[in-house]
């Protein structure tokens, strides 16, 4: 938000505040073979401007205001909303009587006030395999208003992907959506070998389109899908290496691997005494990195997805508080260990922590409610990638050095210290003492 | 790591079906009440007569234009007036009505200078800086533009370089609008660009007198010892301007200076930063007496969590509702592609979810682009919070190359304290 600087005695102009949510409209479209239901929620605060709603003039709408003027409501979204199906035009056309009637005026609140639901029946001439979208709404009145459409089969198939998420921009021509073949319609025309085609992955918009030109016919699907994922798997990359968490999570696990834990008879007491000593055999190590590496990732793969998925949402303090607690555990275990061979039991019940900790960053980095496949696995396979780095890097050297006095002394050294680091992590992050006025 | 990952996709597309499409549509009501209040509209200023007439008259304005789209002094004036509603009420439709107002001129390279102008006002209030940045200069370029058209140009452009940091080409163009170029506009303009070049000073280290000089400028009654007294008569811009730097001196006389720069100008940003004061001061009841029934602007809703968060704690079901339905909003901005909520939303994640990684991440993109203290300040507390404090470093770089300081700014751990140190040193050696 930025401070008004205006001169008073010049024109009332001035920078002012980006501040109410602008002005969207949500389309939602699914299509039925050869029909399409179509609807679209408007905000009231946008008809008023329009149609002036508002006929007693005391900046509040009642009920009757906005129910005695639907039909000029449905008009100015007949007018502005056009559909066509490979092609050819499609028709608004009357539904098979749903309770109550698809004609009654009806509303629907969104986070920014209360929207005239409209919903029309479209039929189009042959099934339809792709629709394009003609949007027009406010254009002449404000041209910043969009549309955000999302376009999907009714068909509820296991394998039916997600909608397609859009934003449409006034007066910028037909926006076409290519619609994932159906399994069981084989039509041997032209369209359905490009149909063949399409990725199965849904389409999801870029993250940040650039403003006012995000058109489904201008920007080829499987491109910007592809650099959508890409995206994701940089910001998977990115969260886990610049994750100080994460990393000495994973280093208090892999120091040990390049050890096995013996038990050598005390020679004056004669009484068995596990300690460290260096492996031999590679080949343990790697199992033992692999099977740790592997329950992180199950472990966290199942909690993000379920997080991200919103069947889970645990509050991100106590998250946070016991992934500081996981690290200070691992690196304990280290000095005195409980769980020497099976270490990838309690990396995988830590890695189900870690999992709520990598969703709240997945979902900051610009989650499309309704395309989530990519994101997901994008995010994943990034965060994957930066485990791997680190293993990567940790490993031959530990394998080397793992004889030596010096990695004796880092390992215990080591470990006391990222216990220590996190512990205080652990208090801070419990008792919330980084959160100042406020 | 294949096999993990095989199951990862399987896992994750597996889920993914699940959620079916009907889950994201709101419930369809049906009101049955014919009186039933469903929708407050942005109110108009005055008793149910004025506001009556208000609306006649932006009704008729806009009749008016219909008729005559390509009537320049019609379609500026109804720009100028949705501009002046945007202000009032932070409203980014209001942008959409006055580029919807100069559609003939608006994508027109060679518009006339009035309409770049209006053109580089929507631009950086959608913070796309740069650009509005190329409209200003080609106005100030055009030769023959009108005297005001220049003087507003330039103090829009000192504002949006000092939104980006750049203090000392900031302080050229004010110091242009106080010369003797603009000496046939009056005193008006004369003040704003003297109440300029002062704030710009105050974010240069020199704090102390730039507050006496605004307090000159505001006609306070003691300029010289007190900053206290808000000026009665002066513009609500101005005791803004005072309230802000008393707030970054830490000076408990921001309360009546914010106070009085509402009285006389109770827009959102106004609003919004009296609130924002009184939060710091843990009056949090005061914010909500101040903001209830505002809440369609995103940043009112956002100080109103805040205070109820204050208030009753971030598992009460007020504060859980205004963060939901703020989440909602900003999540919908992302959808359009508006990235222009980064101070703020790192707020949301910080103060009121409690995600101070995500905070950091929002503050560090924001900063990037913008350096005013507020942003200064959502960085340093982000960084804090996340145990990121080398995060902020471009911030204690920033000020220390700009001599800013900021008595919010106490907090941020090891990278900080060099800064700090050095601003400790410079007050010693300065105060007698």
């Given at each position: 938000?930025?401070?008004?600087?205006a001169?008073?005695?010049?024109m009332?102009?001035a920078?002012?505040?980006?501040?109410?949510?602008?002005?969207?409209?949500?389309?939602t479209?699914?299509v039925?073979?050869?029909?399409?239901?179509?609807?679209?929620?408007?905000?009231?605060?946008?008809?008023?401007?329009?149609?002036?709603?508002?006929?007693?003039?005391?900046?509040?709408?009642?009920?009757?205001e906005?129910?005695?003027?639907?039909?000029?409501?449905?008009?100015l979204?007949?007018?502005?909303?056009?559909?066509?199906?490979?092609?050819?035009?499609?028709t608004?056309g009357?539904?098979?009587?749903?309770?109550?009637?698809?004609?009654?005026?009806?509303?629907?609140?969104h986070?920014?006030g209360?929207?005239?639901?409209?919903?029309?029946?479209?039929?189009?001439t042959?099934?339809?395999?792709?629709?394009?979208?003609?949007?027009?709404?406010?254009?002449?009145?404000?041209?910043?208003?969009?549309?955000?459409?999302?376009?999907a089969?009714?068909?509820?198939?296991?394998?039916a992907?997600?909608?397609?998420?859009?934003?449409?921009?006034?007066?910028?021509?037909w926006?076409?959506?290519?619609?994932?073949?159906?399994?069981a319609?084989?039509?041997?025309?032209?369209?359905?070998?490009?149909l063949?085609?399409?990725?199965?992955?849904?389409?999801?918009?870029?993250?940040?389109?650039?403003?006012?030109?995000v058109?489904?016919?201008?920007?080829?699907?499987?491109?910007?899908?592809?650099?959508?994922?890409?995206?994701?798997?940089?910001?998977?990359?990115?969260?886990?290496?610049?994750?100080?968490?994460?990393?000495?999570?994973?280093?208090?696990?892999?120091?040990?691997a390049?050890?096995?834990?013996?038990?050598?008879?005390?020679?004056?007491?004669?009484?068995g005494?596990?300690?460290?000593?260096?492996?031999?055999d590679?080949?343990?190590?790697?199992?033992?990195?692999?099977?740790?590496?592997?329950?992180?990732?199950?472990?966290?793969?199942?909690?993000?997805?379920?997080?991200?998925?919103?069947?889970?949402?645990?509050?991100?303090?106590?998250?946070?508080?016991?992934?500081?607690?996981?690290?200070?555990?691992?690196?304990?275990?280290?000095?005195w260990?409980?769980?020497?061979?099976?270490r990838?039991k309690?990396?995988?019940?830590?890695?189900?922590?870690?999992?709520?900790?990598?969703?709240?960053?997945?979902?900051?980095?610009?989650?499309?409610?309704?395309a989530?496949?990519?994101?997901?696995?994008?995010?994943?396979?990034?965060?994957?990638?930066?485990?791997?780095?680190?293993?990567?890097?940790?490993?031959?050297?530990?394998?080397?050095l793992?004889?030596?006095?010096t990695?004796?002394?880092?390992?215990?050294g080591?470990?006391?210290?990222?216990?220590?680091?996190?512990?205080?992590?652990?208090?801070?992050?419990?008792?919330?003492?980084?959160?100042?006025?406020? | 790591?294949?096999?993990?990952?095989?199951?990862?996709?399987?896992l994750?597309?597996?889920?993914?079906v699940?959620p079916?499409?009907?889950?994201e549509?709101?419930?369809?009501?049906?009101?049955?009440?014919?009186?039933?209040?469903?929708?407050?509209?942005?109110?108009?200023v005055?008793?149910?007569?004025e506001?009556?007439?208000?609306?006649?008259?932006?009704?008729?304005?806009?009749a008016a234009?219909?008729?005559?789209?390509?009537e320049?002094?019609?379609?500026?004036?109804?720009?100028?007036?949705a501009?002046a509603?945007g202000?009032l009420?932070?409203d980014?439709?209001e942008?959409?009505?006055?580029?919807?107002?100069?559609?003939?001129?608006?994508?027109?390279?060679?518009?006339?200078?009035?309409?770049?102008?209006?053109?580089a006002?929507?631009?950086?209030?959608?913070?796309?800086?740069?650009?509005?940045?190329?409209?200003?200069d080609?106005?100030?370029?055009?030769p023959?533009?009108a005297?005001p058209v220049?003087?507003?140009?330039?103090?829009?452009?000192a504002?949006v370089q000092?939104?980006?940091?750049?203090f000392a080409?900031?302080?050229?163009?004010?110091?242009?609008?106080?010369?003797?170029?603009?000496?046939?506009?009056?005193?008006?303009v004369r003040?704003?660009?003297?109440?300029?070049?002062?704030?710009?000073a105050?974010?240069?280290?020199?704090?102390?007198s730039?507050?006496?000089?605004?307090?000159r400028?505001?006609?306070?009654?003691?300029?010289?010892?007190?900053?206290?007294?808000?000026g009665?008569a002066?513009?609500?811009?101005?005791?803004?301007?005072?309230?802000?730097?008393?707030?970054?001196?830490?000076?408990?006389?921001?309360g009546?200076?914010?106070?009085?720069?509402?009285?006389?100008?109770?827009?959102?940003?106004?609003?919004?930063?009296?609130?924002?004061?009184?939060?710091?001061?843990?009056?949090?009841?005061?914010?909500?007496?101040?903001?209830?029934?505002?809440?369609?602007?995103?940043?009112?809703?956002?100080?109103?969590?805040?205070?109820?968060?204050?208030?009753?704690?971030?598992g009460?079901?007020?504060?859980?509702?205004?963060?939901?339905?703020?989440?909602?909003?900003y999540?919908a901005?992302?959808?359009?592609?508006?990235?222009?909520?980064?101070?703020?939303?790192?707020?949301?994640?910080?103060?009121?979810?409690g995600?101070?990684?995500?905070?950091?991440r929002?503050?560090?993109?924001?900063?990037?682009?913008?350096?005013?203290?507020?942003?200064?300040?959502?960085?340093?507390?982000?960084?804090?919070?996340a145990?990121?404090?080398?995060?902020a470093a471009?911030l204690?770089?920033?000020?220390?190359?700009?001599?800013g300081?900021?008595?919010?700014?106490?907090?941020?751990?090891?990278?900080?304290a060099?800064?700090?140190?050095?601003?400790?040193?410079?007050?010693?050696?300065?105060?007698?």
């Amino acid at each position: 938000m930025i401070r008004a600087l205006a001169l008073a005695l010049l024109m009332a102009m001035a920078p002012l505040a980006q501040a109410h949510k602008a002005s969207d409209a949500y389309l939602t479209l699914r299509v039925d073979g050869s029909t399409v239901d179509a609807r679209i929620d408007i905000a009231l605060r946008d008809l008023d401007r329009d149609l002036d709603l508002d006929t007693d003039a005391d900046d509040q709408l009642t009920w009757k205001e906005v129910r005695t003027r639907w039909t000029d409501i449905a008009a100015l979204a007949r007018r502005d909303v056009h559909l066509r199906a490979d092609g050819a035009r499609c028709t608004p056309g009357v539904t098979p009587a749903p309770v109550p009637p698809a004609e009654a005026p009806a509303l629907a609140q969104h986070s920014d006030g209360t929207y005239a639901v409209l919903r029309t029946h479209w039929l189009c001439t042959a099934p339809v395999q792709a629709l394009s979208v003609e949007y027009t709404l406010f254009a002449n009145t404000d041209p910043t208003h969009r549309g955000i459409a999302r376009i999907a089969r009714a068909q509820a198939t296991a394998d039916a992907p997600a909608p397609q998420l859009a934003v449409l921009s006034p007066g910028k021509g037909w926006h076409r959506f290519t619609l994932p073949a159906l399994p069981a319609v084989a039509t041997p025309d032209a369209a359905s070998s490009t149909l063949a085609s399409a990725p199965p992955a849904p389409s999801t918009m870029p993250a940040t389109p650039p403003p006012g030109s995000v058109d489904a016919a201008a920007t080829p699907p499987a491109e910007s899908a592809a650099s959508t994922f890409l995206g994701f798997v940089r910001e998977g990359v990115h969260h886990i290496l610049i994750g100080y968490d994460h990393i000495l999570f994973l280093l208090s696990l892999l120091l040990p691997a390049v050890w096995i834990r013996s038990v050598k008879p005390d020679p004056r007491t004669g009484l068995g005494r596990a300690r460290w000593v260096p492996a031999n055999d590679l080949r343990h190590a790697l199992t033992s990195v692999l099977k740790v590496v592997t329950a992180f990732t199950v472990a966290h793969s199942i909690t993000l997805a379920l997080s991200v998925l919103d069947v889970v949402d645990p509050p991100s303090r106590w998250v946070e508080s016991v992934i500081a607690a996981s690290v200070v555990l691992a690196a304990l275990n280290n000095l005195w260990p409980l769980v020497s061979e099976a270490r990838w039991k309690l990396t995988f019940a830590f890695g189900l922590v870690h999992g709520f900790g990598f969703a709240s960053a997945l979902k900051d980095a610009g989650l499309a409610k309704g395309a989530l496949a990519a994101p997901l696995v994008g995010f994943n396979v990034g965060v994957e990638i930066g485990q791997l780095c680190i293993v990567a890097v940790v490993l031959p050297l530990a394998w080397s050095l793992r004889g030596t006095r010096t990695y004796r002394g880092a390992f215990a050294g080591g470990s006391l210290a990222i216990a220590a680091v996190a512990a205080l992590w652990l208090v801070q992050r419990a008792f919330d003492l980084s959160l100042i006025a406020g | 790591m294949a096999r993990a990952t095989a199951s990862l996709l399987a896992l994750a597309l597996t889920l993914v079906v699940a959620p079916s499409f009907a889950a994201e549509e709101s419930a369809l009501q049906f009101p049955t009440q014919d009186d039933a209040i469903v929708e407050h509209l942005p109110t108009h200023v005055g008793d149910a007569a004025e506001r009556r007439a208000a609306r006649a008259a932006e009704r008729a304005q806009r009749a008016a234009l219909q008729e005559h789209p390509d009537e320049l002094g019609l379609a500026l004036q109804a720009a100028h007036g949705a501009l002046a509603r945007g202000r009032l009420r932070g409203d980014p439709r209001e942008l959409g009505v006055a580029q919807a107002a100069l559609a003939p001129w608006w994508s027109r390279a060679d518009a006339p200078p009035e309409v770049r102008l209006v053109r580089a006002t929507v631009m950086q209030s959608q913070h796309l800086f740069q650009p509005a940045l190329v409209e200003l200069d080609a106005v100030l370029a055009t030769p023959g533009v009108a005297l005001p058209v220049r003087a507003q140009a330039e103090l829009t452009r000192a504002g949006v370089q000092q939104v980006l940091g750049r203090f000392a080409e900031a302080e050229a163009g004010c110091r242009r609008l106080a010369g003797a170029d603009y000496a046939a506009l009056g005193s008006g303009v004369r003040l704003n660009a003297l109440a300029c070049i002062a704030e710009l000073a105050s974010l240069q280290g020199h704090a102390d007198s730039a507050a006496a000089t605004l307090a000159r400028l505001a006609g306070a009654p003691d300029a010289d010892s007190a900053t206290t007294a808000a000026g009665a008569a002066a513009p609500g811009w101005l005791n803004l301007m005072r309230a802000e730097l008393a707030q970054r001196r830490g000076d408990a006389a921001a309360g009546a200076l914010f106070a009085a720069a509402l009285k006389s100008n109770p827009d959102v940003y106004t609003q919004c930063a009296y609130a924002d004061w009184l939060l710091d001061q843990h009056r949090a009841a005061e914010v909500v007496a101040l903001l209830k029934g505002n809440e369609a602007a995103d940043p009112v809703l956002l100080r109103v969590a805040l205070a109820y968060r204050q208030l009753h704690g971030r598992g009460h079901p007020l504060t859980r509702e205004a963060t939901a339905t703020l989440g909602e909003r900003y999540d919908a901005a992302l959808l359009r592609g508006d990235k222009s909520h980064g101070r703020e939303q790192s707020r949301y994640e910080l103060e009121l979810r409690g995600d101070a990684r995500a905070a950091l991440r929002h503050a560090r993109s924001n900063w990037a682009v913008q350096h005013e203290p507020a942003d200064a300040l959502v960085l340093a507390r982000a960084a804090h919070a996340a145990h990121r404090d080398d995060a902020a470093a471009p911030l204690w770089q920033f000020l220390r190359e700009t001599g800013g300081r900021d008595a919010r700014l106490s907090v941020g751990g090891p990278a900080a304290a060099p800064f700090l140190q050095a601003a400790a040193r410079t007050e010693a050696r300065s105060t007698p």
